[in-house]
């Protein structure tokens, strides 16, 4: 069993559309990122959550520790958001890292 | 300012040939990380440098696989006796300090596509 359950896999949207990416997680963490990678291959790392939410620009992050839970919200979506999001988990010892295998979204014009 | 850079971008090699490849991290960053990704694989973390010192060596795929860091900057990750299922993108990232619960967000180089003929 995957310790990082991503959904969907495979997304397309709308330009416009309200999009969410969600991350579930079965062992205990220090913290999870989401990293955005590019049809080219770059990877950018867009957050790093420990609790709450965050926000960056159109990108929202929200978390449950609790329910071991992430949610990647995206709003009015643009192509330039075409890309693959992957949940990663960070453990509380030894820096061990485990990754889901990401969601492919494409938004249409 | 400068990013992370990696060296070299592509390298092609023949099976059983050894390779180093390189990884400058952002200055003042003192964590550096390596991962993989294989051809239509998700991303895999290798190793993580605090200062010169990997905490974590468990993820290295095999004794083949060897990484060091000096000066607390350049690192390389060495493949000996390279196999095919070695092909790969390896992946560099930085950040500035400690592990990542301590709200340090890691910056990624280009990566290295490796291919092992």
């Known amino acids: 069993k995957n310790e990082v359950e991503q959904s969907p896999q495979n997304l397309t949207a709308q330009e416009g559309e309200f999009i969410t990416i969600n991350c579930s997680y079965s062992v205990g963490i220090s913290a999870l990122h989401w990293l955005q990678q590019h049809p080219g291959g770059g990877i950018v790392s867009l957050f790093m959550?420990?609790?709450g939410k965050k926000k960056h620009g159109r990108l929202i992050a929200t978390i449950n520790i609790q329910e071991k839970h992430s949610s990647l919200h995206i709003t009015a979506s643009h192509p330039r958001d075409s890309a693959v999001y992957i949940c990663?988990?960070?453990?509380?010892?030894?820096?061990?890292?485990?990754f889901g295998t990401g969601t492919s979204l494409t938004v249409i014009p | 300012g400068a990013g992370v850079s990696q060296s070299p971008s592509n390298k092609v090699t023949e099976k059983g040939k050894d390779v180093e490849l390189r990884c400058d991290p952002i200055s003042g960053h003192t964590a550096l990380y390596w991962y993989r990704q294989s051809l239509g694989q998700g991303l895999e973390f290798l190793i993580y440098?605090?200062?010169?010192?990997?905490?974590?060596k468990s993820g290295l795929p095999s004794d083949r696989f060897s990484a060091e860091r000096t000066g607390g900057s350049v690192s390389t990750l060495t493949i000996q006796r390279t196999q095919q299922e070695d092909s790969a993108v390896y992946l560099c990232a930085s950040s500035l300090a400690g592990s990542v619960d301590r709200g340090y967000e890691q910056y990624f180089g280009p990566g290295t596509r490796l291919t092992v003929t």
């Open positions: 959550l420990s609790s």
């Open positions: 440098f605090q200062g010169n010192s990997a905490p974590d």
């Open positions: 990663v988990i960070s453990r509380p010892t030894g820096n061990q890292f485990y």
